[in-house]
Structure formats: structure tokens, C-alpha cells
T-cell receptor
Framework: DSGVTQTPKHLITATGQRVTLRCSPRSGDLSVYWYQQSLDQGLQFLIQYYNGEERAKGNILERFSAQQFPDLHSELNLSSLELGDSALYFC???????????????FGQGTRLTVV | AQTVTQSQPEMSVQEAETVTLSCTYDTSENNYYLFWYKQPPSRQMILVIRQEAYKQQNATENRFSVNFQKAAKSFSLKISDSQLGDTAMYFCAFMYSGGGADGLTFGKGTHLIIQP
């Protein structure tokens, strides 16, 4: 168990709908990352937050948005869903941003989104 | 932008054998981190090993070691005495160590199968 909690584990929804994925980081971690894993695109970095502020953006669509709340949990909002948005969405957290020792990112188990 | 290439979609070896997974990357940066992540059927992303680009010494973690060739932009993973539990997808990943975008850039992955 990485200590990162993602809910729900599975989500099935129809095209055109909007969903919210939730992530609770490890205790003490200030940085949260969102990744998308799909068969077509592989694993892609979407967006990063640090202590409530957006820090970096990757390949995140305009239909997608995220935020990090004062209690440090994060939500990823996906709207106007398309079939191609079906994927595994991971949240990861780290104490502070970076990749060095003691800043390792720990991944949650992901939310499997299926758009029908 | 950086790219990560894993040229072996799938590999299969016998238990107790040694196996090497290949990874090459392309970046114009000088300071960065490289990682190998393991994704077993449970979908959990698990950090296997990390290498700081400024370190010449290759990283090792028990049965896992890397061959880091900075000039050649190559970062291979060697698994010694392979075990059935090593069966998983393995992803090579890059992270810039400066400010700005701190997300991981992943390769497409190698599916490693350890045969009994």
C-alpha cells in the first residue's frame, strides 16, 4: 500500500458526461501529480499541484481540469467525455516536487474510467 | 521536449536467469533523473530504481541494477536471478531536475514474463 488513495476504483459513464476523480496523498506530501494511462497514448503526465498551487502542466486537455484543496487532496474533473478518454488515471504524491532521493513520487492504484 | 524509447515490447525468460531491459532517451537537458517503474497485474506503479544523471556510478537495488550511459543516452535495467514475481510491465521514465515541468515522461513499456 503506497498510502495514496484514489476513489473511485472503477467508473463507467456515458459520452458527454462529466466525472470527478479524487486523490488523497500520503500524509505529509504536498505535491500531487495526475497521469493518464491508455492503450493509445501510454502513460502521460497531465498536471501537477504543489501545496494548493498549479505547478506544471503536461498533456492535459482543455476539457480536463484539476485542483488541490487546502487539506491537500486533489480532484481531477473530466468533462464532455469521449470514448477516447477511457483510461486508467493515476494520482501520485511526493513530499516536495522533484525526483531525487526523499522526493520519490508514490502512486495510487488508479481509477479505471470507461466511457460508453 | 524529452522522449523515452523502449524497443522491446515483450520479453520472456526462465526463472533464475538474468534479463536486461533496454531504454534510450533524448533530451537537451544536462540535469535529470531516470527511473524504472514496475507495474504488475495489480496496476500499482512501483519504483524499482532511480539514477541521478550527475552520478557516474550505476545505481543498484538488490537484484536490480542499471547501466547508465549518459553520452549514449542509454539506461538499461538488469534483473539478476529473476523470480516469478518479477513478471510485470516495466516502464523507463525521465524527469527533469530543474524547475518547471516536473512530471515523469514514460516509455511505452516492456512486458516481462518470467517462466517457471
Amino acid at each position: 500500500d503506497s498510502g495514496v488513495t484514489q476513489t473511485p476504483k472503477h467508473l463507467i459513464t456515458a459520452t458527454g458526461q462529466r466525472v470527478t476523480l479524487r486523490c488523497s496523498p500520503r500524509s505529509g506530501d504536498l505535491s500531487v501529480y495526475w497521469y493518464q494511462q491508455s492503450l493509445d497514448q501510454g502513460l502521460q503526465f497531465l498536471i501537477q499541484y504543489y501545496n494548493g498551487e498549479e505547478r506544471a502542466k503536461g498533456n492535459i486537455l482543455e476539457r480536463f481540469s484539476a485542483q488541490q484543496f487546502p487539506d491537500l487532496h486533489s480532484e481531477l474533473n473530466l468533462s464532455s467525455l469521449e470514448l477516447g478518454d477511457s483510461a486508467l488515471y493515476f494520482c501520485a504524491s511526493s513530499v516536495v516536487p522533484g525526483g531525487g532521493r526523499n522526493t520519490e513520487a508514490f502512486f495510487g492504484q488508479g481509477t479505471r474510467l470507461t466511457v460508453v | 521536449a524529452q522522449t523515452v524509447t523502449q524497443s522491446q515490447p515483450e520479453m520472456s525468460v526462465q526463472e533464475a536467469e538474468t534479463v536486461t531491459l533496454s531504454c534510450t532517451y533524448d533530451t537537451s537537458e544536462n540535469n535529470y533523473y531516470l527511473f524504472w517503474y514496475k507495474q504488475p497485474p495489480s496496476r500499482q506503479m512501483i519504483l524499482v530504481i532511480r539514477q541521478e544523471a550527475y552520478k557516474q556510478q550505476n545505481a543498484t537495488e538488490n537484484r536490480f541494477s542499471v547501466n547508465f550511459q549518459k553520452a549514449a543516452k542509454s539506461f538499461s535495467l538488469k534483473i539478476s536471478d529473476s523470480q516469478l514475481g518479477d513478471t510485470a510491465m516495466y516502464f523507463c521514465a525521465f524527469m527533469y531536475s530543474g524547475g518547471g515541468a516536473d512530471g515523469l515522461t514514460f516509455g511505452k513499456g516492456t512486458h516481462l514474463i518470467i517462466q517457471p
